[in-house]
C-alpha cells in the first residue's frame, strides 16, 4: 500500500520559516519525480517546486530564493524548506510523486504566514 504522509506545516510569522517532510512507503522512492503544490480556496493547486529523480529542481517564479526542494532517498523522504515566508505563500500543501503512470498525492498540510 503507497503511503505518502506530510508533515511540518504550521502557522509562522512574516519572514519565518518552516520545512515540509513528505514521507513516502509502499514505493521505490528513488525512480519517483517529487513535486509540491499549494492550493488555496476558490483556486487551483499550483505547482511549487519539483525535483526529478536525478536531482534536477524547478521553482515556481514566486518562491525562487526563498523555498528550497530536497529527497533523501535513503529514508523515503521529500522536504521543502521555505524561508523568508510570506502571507502570500499561505495555503494548504500537498507533496506528489510520478513515476510513469503512477500518480500519488499527500494528505496535505496547512501552512499560514501572518503579517
Known amino acids: 500500500q503507497v503511503q505518502l504522509v506530510e508533515s511540518g506545516g504550521g502557522l509562522v510569522q512574516f519572514g519565518g520559516s518552516l520545512r515540509l517532510s513528505c514521507v513516502t512507503s509502499g514505493i521505490n522512492f528513488s525512480l519517483y519525480y517529487l513535486a509540491w503544490y499549494r492550493q488555496t480556496p476558490g483556486s487551483e493547486r499550483e505547482l511549487v517546486a519539483s525535483i526529478q529523480s536525478g536531482g534536477s529542481t524547478n521553482y515556481v517564479d514566486s518562491v525562487k530564493g526563498r523555498f528550497t526542494i530536497s529527497r533523501d532517498n535513503a529514508k523515503n523522504t521529500g522536504y521543502l524548506q521555505m524561508n523568508s515566508l510570506k502571507p502570500e505563500d499561505t495555503a494548504v500543501y500537498y507533496c506528489?510523486?510520478?513515476?510513469?503512470?503512477?500518480?500519488?498525492w499527500g494528505q496535505g498540510t496547512q501552512v499560514t504566514v501572518s503579517s
Open positions: 506528489n510523486l510520478k513515476y510513469i503512470w503512477n500518480n500519488y
